[in-house]
C-alpha cells in the first residue's frame, strides 16, 4: 500500500537554527499537509498545499514557517529561527481531493 | 474558532465489550468526519470516515453521525486490547481542506 514518507525520524537543532523537514507523499494525490502534535497535545493543522500554493492555514502557521514543493515528489517545511517551542512531532499528509488525509510516520523535532 | 471536543478518558473497557466514544463539534458547516487511531508515539491511522447522518459500519467499528446536533460517535465491538490507543475525532468544513481535531479519547481494554 502507497504511503506517505518523512525524513528525518528525529532532528536535533539548537535554538536560531534553521530546519527543513521533507516528506514525500502518495504519488497521485494532489493535496498536502503539515500538522504539529507537541507532546501530550492534540494534533494541530498547520497548512494544507494544492496546486503548487498554499490552500489554508492557520495562525501557528506565521512568518517562521513555510512550504515549499521543489519537485514533483517532495514536500518540505521550513521553520525558522527555530524556539524551543517548535520541539514537537511533525507530520505530514496528503489526500486524493478533499478524501481522508494519509499520514506520515512524522519527524520528531528536539530544539535545544 | 471551530472546536471539535472530545472527553479525554481514559475510557476502561473489558475485553469483549462494546467501546463508545463521542465527539462534537462547533462548526455548523462542518461537512466530513473521520476517526483515527494514534498509538503512543505514532502517526494518526485512519478508522473510518462518514459524511451523512446515519450509521456506517466496517467490521467491528461503527461511525454515527447526527448534524443536528453536531455530534460524533464511534463504537467499538468486541473490543480487543489491541483496540487500547487514543482515538481522534476530526473534521472538515465545506470550504476548507484541513482536518481540525480533537484531543482525543484514551480508550483501554483489559484482558
Known amino acids: 500500500e502507497p504511503e506517505v514518507t518523512q525524513t528525518p525520524s528525529h532532528q536535533v537543532t539548537q535554538m536560531g537554527q534553521e530546519v527543513i523537514l521533507r516528506c514525500v507523499p502518495i504519488?497521485?494525490?494532489?493535496?498536502f499537509y503539515w500538522y504539529r502534535q507537541i507532546l501530550g497535545q492534540k494534533v494541530e493543522f498547520l497548512v494544507s498545499f494544492y496546486n503548487n500554493e498554499i490552500s489554508e492555514k492557520s495562525e501557528i502557521f506565521d512568518d517562521q514557517f513555510s512550504v515549499e514543493r521543489p519537485d514533483g515528489s517532495n514536500f518540505t517545511l521550513k521553520i525558522r529561527s527555530t524556539k524551543l517551542e517548535d520541539s514537537a512531532m511533525y507530520f505530514c499528509?496528503?489526500?486524493?481531493?478533499?478524501?481522508?488525509?494519509?499520514f506520515g510516520n512524522g519527524t520528531r523535532l528536539t530544539v535545544t | 474558532q471551530k472546536e471539535v471536543e472530545q472527553n479525554s478518558g481514559p475510557l476502561s473497557v473489558p475485553e469483549g465489550a462494546i467501546a463508545s466514544l463521542n465527539c462534537t463539534y462547533s462548526?455548523?458547516?462542518?461537512?466530513?468526519f473521520f476517526w483515527y487511531r494514534q498509538y503512543s508515539g505514532k502517526s494518526p491511522e485512519l478508522i473510518m470516515f462518514?459524511?451523512?447522518?446515519g450509521d456506517k459500519e466496517d467490521g467491528r467499528f461503527t461511525a454515527q453521525l447526527n448534524k443536528a446536533s453536531q455530534y460524533v460517535s464511534l463504537l467499538i465491538r468486541d473490543s480487543q486490547p489491541s483496540d487500547s490507543a487514543t482515538y481522534l475525532c476530526?473534521?472538515?468544513?465545506?470550504?476548507?481542506?484541513?482536518?481540525?481535531f480533537g484531543k482525543g479519547t484514551t480508550l483501554s481494554v483489559s484482558s
Open positions: 504519488s497521485n494525490h494532489l493535496y
Open positions: 462518514i459524511y451523512s447522518n
Open positions: 476530526a473534521v472538515r468544513n465545506q470550504a476548507g481542506t484541513a482536518l481540525i
Open positions: 462548526d455548523r458547516g462542518s461537512q466530513s
Open positions: 499528509a496528503s489526500s486524493e481531493d478533499r478524501s481522508p488525509l494519509h
